[in-house]
């Protein structure tokens, strides 16, 4: 069901919040081939361009594409093309800088680590950070960087935990590894120093003359929590403020929260309308869940559960439509077309009525010869797969697939849902 109201909706979704729920962030397949971004658009949605990940940070991709599309709806606005590997680089710095890594990097997250990362460094365009990377759909520069990091922390230059403290040299090594410009390597220092003692959240350090902005410098079209009507605020905004240290929850007027996907039928359904009505006012809805790829068919789909379990991973992707059946009145509402009549979406919200499959755009890539999609770059999940069971199974080392260590899990895990709703 496309919705083509006053506006034309945009949908999107991103996984991993809380923080039991880590973005390990699935890879779906082969990730040395580079693919073209596909230049197909969904008519009824204001989507930025499907990109591929290489590496399992997800959470980023999901991010920026759902930041990408708020930016879209304001009036006049054009596409933005926000840097993961920007936010790649600053989350690997955090990690080193602060004693969280002492083998290896780790590349997953979740919503939370994300926000704080974009509220301490900004933003900056693909083009403006890695130049040569600036139209490609996936990012191998973030691939090779993680190799050169890990080898330094292993046996190079970060060997040592005194080495990993010295900011400075973290950074350096950072500036290496991403093989940054000098004059990207000037303007981080400009803004943040050479061994990052001012940040964004907490400095009044101006970014005149750089690439770098502010999450406040962004406009975003969001719709206001008590009355519903659009408003156009800004990106820090919709992030909020992180109210703890081990809080999920973030304050603010317009800020998005977190919310677990419940157990009880009746309390799933629920959850689900909160996530329809935010939809159908054109807000994007953030959503993780975990992948199994046993379960992945030769149409793009994850119908079910896989009879036998396969490759596993966390994942964050960006809801953009559903389909529904029993709607009281009108049946089904199918996925994929525009559904103009009020009293159909309304009525969409019923109790009895059953969602039965919710269509993401992913960070998989726009077309691949390994795999199907319904739609470039977009995976149909049906609800008998998202509410599971599936034998959820630590993986092998060698990421072939799962051992016979395994356990009842559902696929769904939360939303991310804007102020309101």
Known sequence: ????????????????????FTAGCSLAGDEEEETAASDDAIVDIENSRVKRQSIGNCWLYATASWAESLAMQVPGARELNMSESYWTYWHWFDQIANGAVSSEISTGGWYSTAAEIITRYGVVNEGSFIPSEAADEMSLRQKSALEKMNASIKSGALSTPEARRDRALVRKELDKAFELAPNVVTQLNRVFGAGVTRTLDKSTV???????????????????????????????????????????????????QPSSYPYS???????????????????????????DFNALDAQGRFAAPPATPGRQGGHMVVVEDYQINDVPGFGTLKVGENETRPEALAAALSPSAKIELIRVKNSWGSFRPDREFVLPGFHDLYMDYLDGPIQQCTQKDDDTGSTDDCWDATPLNDFVLPAGY
């Open 206 to 256: 101006s970014t005149r003359f750089t690439s770098i902005k502010r999450a406040s410098d962004i406009k975003v079209r969001l719709r206001d929590p008590g009355t519903k009507e659009p408003v156009t605020v800004n990106l820090q905004d919709a992030l909020g403020t992180r109210t703890s240290t081990w809080s999920s929850y973030r304050s603010g007027r317009y800020a998005w």
């Open 265 to 291: 039928p009746s309390s799933r359904r629920s959850m689900l309308a909160r996530v329809q009505r935010a939809m159908h006012d054109g807000q994007p809805v953030i959503m993780s869940w975990y992948v």
């Open 1 to 20: 069901m496309r919705f083509d109201l006053a506006r034309r909706s945009l949908l999107a979704a991103l996984l991993a919040v809380g923080t039991t």
